[in-house]
């Protein structure tokens, strides 16, 4: 599991400890934060305000906090382990790194920055971060 930067909040412990508690296997999601966005009905940040967001490539955990407050995500919780769209694919970060570069306007380096920020050491990101560097 690619899952892990921000700390966890009260309920996602207590759901932890409880699954341990009676035997179960703790169920931690694996979707992107994206997904959680639709699901909350927040307003896209990438498409709507055009910010550089990493939802649709992140593991969700936080509860979409970023982009509830009109923020994009950071990547706090490391690569998603499957696309937003395609459920079972790995997240698609050279389609996100190219959307940054074509469509925002972000240069080579603010791509690397962002896919470095907090999970930047986790494939896909590292990955990614990469492939811009030596552009």
Known sequence: MNCGGCPIDK???LRVLTDL???VT?????????LDCKR?????????KGLPCLGPVTCTGCGAIC??????????????EQDS?????????RSLAKQ???????????IVRRFRGINGSVQPFKKESDAWEIR
């Open 11 to 13: 309920p996602q412990l």
């Open 21 to 23: 508690l009676i035997g």
């Open 26 to 34: 703790p169920s931690i999601p694996t979707h992107s934060v994206c």
């Open 40 to 48: 909350q009905g927040h307003v896209c940040v990438l498409v709507a």
């Open 67 to 80: 982009p509830a407050m009109g923020r994009e995500c950071y990547g706090c919780f490391g690569p998603a």
């Open 85 to 93: 769209v395609n459920p079972g694919v790995p997240p698609n970060t």
């Open 100 to 110: 940054f570069h074509e469509h925002l306007q972000l240069i080579p380096v603010e």
